[in-house]
């Protein structure tokens, strides 16, 4: 158990603020009356309906007498942030449905999918067999929701079965283990905040939910902090100061987290003794190396214990800990005694696309609205690993992926072809370029140098191809096209909801500028896909270049290409048009260099001792 620092009853000032806080929050952030029954009469509903089909599966698929099928029932139950109290009138609940040994994971991505499929009240229906937690995702009644399940071992699920009792997680698989943890952390940090008010532990996490998102670091997915990562640690939090208001809380929340040691120390709710259940990894530095190279560990506080943040790469941790260290000093900002600031300043929104000057622009389409739904979960779930691929390329020091997708529906005159597919979704990732230092610092870039992004793209349309499925068509494609900050996609600013960056305004304060031989000062987006197929070509930014033929990875139909279930067949990846660019960045961000620092860097320039 955590160690209390400080036990003293709330101040007034604290209280007050407190006060002030409540009526700050934005009005969604809370679930109205009418919308809470309505979450509730969607539960009941959907509960009937998996009882129904459990009971006809089991006797169809077993053969089962009718009245012993009648006794086979599953339990659905609720986690995450509407389990907690912390759920706004937008947010999606979190599920978990716990079948008996009957139903196997084929069945409930299968014949649950289906049914689900052909009800009215269903809308945006996906499902992720695959995912590292799988989940099928739908909305129903407006109601988004992620379905969950997990096949337990016994012959029939009892109304009051106890999701903390141990022994569910004999001899389940791994998949099943995971889904069941969901709920069991959520109970957990229930049950480890009880000397906290719930209030003030809800109304923090509220806070901090709204400020990840306005900050852009609010995706587990793409690499950054989700909903279980900011209920672990301010559940931290509460055990430190188990009498702190909301107010305290978040004050103590930044002043802790920007000045945690992520490399050395995890959070850690409390210890859990590994049972060494067979086939159920259970988080050890100790004994695990690739445990012990976690960037940041926020561990789960039950049995198997997991490192609930282990997408995090050195790119969205460097952010999140700059934000952290932002929100410190505005908390003590609102917090100061002679002129405080209002509560707002915590989450006024970043704006992304002011933040760096390279982006690369990741297009999903597809026929029709109901496979675009399908497709983009397919095509998100790849964003991190490409990410992550970026920063291995030549100069990009960090690649930071925009937790938020854009939906465009192209009407048929825009297309740029008869084949192209009208129903798109765009998701950007921010490049900063320099060579990254110890410390998280960049040093700057002197010498001209190619930026080539084929190698990721590569990567990127072999991983989408690989994870294809039966339920994928012809017409879903997925392309990568780079962009400068000055030459964006307007439909951002007048549809997309985004600010505009003041481009003079950046001139003015830039921290990288981008030289290249005239006429062109500044490389055209498509000049930034580099190196042809058969060999590196390397070409002049102000040398004319012929129309680049834009990527793309059309998906087979299963109709077309059949795959064999002993010798699956790997389709090819896509040999798009490749250039060289070479491009000159002067970075003037960089922390002050250290003595070995300048060296590599004068070695790097050809100076020695301050001359050519």
Not at 45 to 62: F, P, Y
Not at 366 to 371: F, G, K, P, S
């Amino acid at each position: 158990m955590t160690d209390v620092i400080d036990s003293n009853p709330p101040t007034e000032k604290e209280v007050a603020l407190t006060e002030a806080l409540k009526g700050a929050l934005p009005a969604r952030m809370f679930d109205t009356d009418e919308g809470m029954a309505h979450r509730r009469n969607v539960l009941s509903t959907l509960d009937g309906i998996i009882q129904d089909w459990v009971k006809a599966h089991v006797q169809t698929k077993l053969a089962l007498p009718l009245e012993i099928a009648q006794t086979i029932r599953a339990k659905v139950f609720t986690f995450g942030s509407y389990r907690l109290g912390v759920h706004g009138r937008d947010s999606d609940i979190d599920t978990l449905v716990c079948f008996s040994h009957h139903i196997e994971h084929e069945d409930f991505f299968g014949s649950l999918y289906e049914k689900l499929g052909q009800l009215e009240q269903v809308s945006d229906l996906h499902a992720a067999p695959d995912a590292f937690v799988p989940a099928i995702k739908l909305a129903f009644e407006g109601v988004e929701m992620d379905l969950l399940m997990a096949r337990t071992t016994l012959e029939t699920v009892p109304d009051d079965l106890d999701l903390q009792d141990v022994d569910l997680l004999r001899n389940v698989d791994e998949k099943t283990a995971r889904s069941l943890n969901g709920c069991r952390v959520t109970d957990t940090i229930r049950m480890l905040v009880y000397r906290v008010e719930p209030e003030h532990f809800q109304l923090c996490l509220r806070t901090i939910k709204l400020w990840a998102k306005a900050k852009n670091i609010y995706s587990n997915g793409l690499g950054y902090l989700g909903g279980v990562h900011l209920a672990l640690l301010v559940a931290k939090l509460c055990q430190m100061f188990p009498q702190a208001t909301a107010a305290k809380l978040l004050d103590k929340f930044f002043w802790v987290y920007s000045n945690w040691d992520w490399e050395c120390n995890a959070v850690l709710l409390q210890d859990v003794d590994d049972l060494r259940f067979p086939g159920l990894p259970h988080w050890d530095p100790r004994k695990n190396r690739r445990d012990a190279s976690h960037l940041m560990k926020i561990i789960t506080p039950c049995y198997p214990q997991q490192n609930a943040s282990y997408t995090v790469n050195q790119s969205t941790l460097r952010l999140i800990i700059k934000e952290f260290q932002k929100g410190h000093e505005v908390m003590r900002a609102i917090m100061s005694q002679d002129s405080p600031k209002p509560w707002s300043m915590l989450w006024r929104k970043s704006n992304f696309f002011a933040a760096h000057q390279y982006y690369v622009m990741v297009r999903a389409s597809a026929a029709t609205q109901e496979d675009r739904t399908l497709f983009e979960g397919l095509v998100e779930s790849k964003i991190r690993r490409l990410a992550e691929q970026l920063m291995r390329v030549g100069k990009v020091a960090y690649a930071s992926p925009l937790p938020k997708s854009f939906h465009r529906t192209k009407e048929a005159e825009e297309a740029e072809n008869p084949v192209t597919a009208p129903f798109e979704t765009y998701w950007f990732i921010g490049l900063t370029l320099g060579q990254r230092s110890e410390g998280g610092g960049i040093l700057r870039v002197t010498s001209n140098m190619p930026l080539d992004i084929t190698p990721a793209a590569d990567f990127f349309y072999s991983s989408v191809a690989e994870s294809r499925n039966h339920h994928h068509n012809e017409s879903m494609a997925v392309d990568i096209n780079p962009a400068t900050r000055s030459n964006l996609p307007e439909w951002l600013w007048t549809d997309g909801g985004m600010k505009k960056p003041d481009l003079a305004r950046a001139k003015k304060r830039k921290k990288a500028t981008v030289s290249a031989a005239p006429p062109v000062a500044v490389p055209a987006p498509e000049q930034l896909v580099t190196a042809a197929s058969n060999g590196v070509a390397e070409a002049s930014v102000a040398e004319p270049l012929d129309e680049p033929k834009k990527p793309k990875l059309v998906l087979p139909s299963r109709r077309v290409v059949e795959l064999d279930a002993d010798e699956p067949t790997a389709m090819p990846p896509p040999q798009p048009l490749r250039r060289t660019v070479n491009i000159k960045v002067h970075d003037t961000r960089r922390a002050p260099a250290s003595g070995h620092e300048r060296r590599e860097r004068d070695r790097a320039t050809g100076k020695r001792n301050g001359r050519q």
